[in-house]
């Protein structure tokens, strides 16, 4: 017999071992909330991965549209502009790394009473980072490598400051304790060093796995992890007391 279409509509039943058959329950209409919600997490979404491809100037809204499948008009009705959007695909994920982070330092600094050390403080910063960008799927991989554009373009820096300063002056408080005689400008140094390590790694170039035949892999996050807080620990501790045999 053939089905008509208001029979089509009606919630079917299903079958369980325990007993009769139950009526399925209809879906749950999304809310244009949810469905704007659903939209925006699309458009960050691929703008988040056409700017890690080509970088600002390489990207216009229409490219960005035809990836999502929509008019590009309604790009325009939640940016204004490139540069808007832009800078919404940089904030959204910024505010997840900062919480994690800052977390992470609080939790350390309070476990060690005041008395840290360098590698562990590195650990609790770089560690922590490290394992959102390898564990949290293409997505953040994409979001890594556009900071890494980022941080070699003046606005990138402006937005650095913005969105990241306070999570790096943590760190730098901590590092104070850990190396009390040490010269403030040769912690914001060894800083500058750490961020450039880490900017290199997230860049996914895969300059290091050529350069060592294989021996290496861009997207061997578990690799770094093992290694770059004692490599950087090991230079601050360098700077310091070099600093320190000069002074006498």
């Not at 029979?7 to 039943?13: D, I, N």
């Not at 100037?57 to 229409?62: A, D």
């Not at 499948?69 to 204004?80: D, P, Q």
């Not at 609080?106 to 590698?119: C, L, N, Q």
């Amino acid at each position: 017999m053939a089905v008509t279409k208001n029979e089509k509509s009606e919630p079917q039943a299903t079958a369980t071992p325990a007993g009769p058959p139950v009526a399925a329950k209809p879906r749950r209409r999304r809310t244009k909330v949810e469905q704007r919600a659903d939209t925006m997490e699309h458009i960050l979404d691929a703008a988040e991965y056409l700017f890690s491809k080509n970088g600002l100037y390489g990207v216009t809204l229409k490219d960005v549209a035809q990836r999502v499948g929509v008019h590009h008009t309604l790009l325009n009705y939640y940016f204004t502009d490139k540069q808007k959007l832009f800078d919404a695909v940089i904030g959204r994920r910024a505010q997840v790394t900062i919480d994690l982070r800052m977390e992470a330092l609080d939790k350390y600094d309070a476990a060690t009473g005041g008395k840290p050390t360098v590698e562990g403080a590195l650990r609790a910063f770089l560690d922590t980072d490290l394992d959102l960008y390898s564990q949290g799927g293409e997505n953040w991989k994409n979001y890594g490598v556009l900071g890494a554009q980022l941080s070699n373009t003046a606005h990138g820096a402006e937005l650095m400051d913005f969105h990241f300063d306070e999570v790096v002056l943590r760190l730098i408080g901590i590092l104070k304790k850990a190396l009390p005689d040490s010269a403030d400008e040769d912690l914001f140094w060894g800083y500058h060093f750490v961020t450039a390590g880490l900017m290199l790694t997230l860049a996914r170039t895969g300059r290091i796995d050529r350069l060592s035949g294989g021996l290496c892999d861009s997207d061997d996050f578990a690799a770094v992890k093992d290694r770059m807080a004692s490599f950087m620990a090991a230079g601050f501790l360098a700077i310091c007391k070099q600093r320190q045999s000069a002074a006498r």
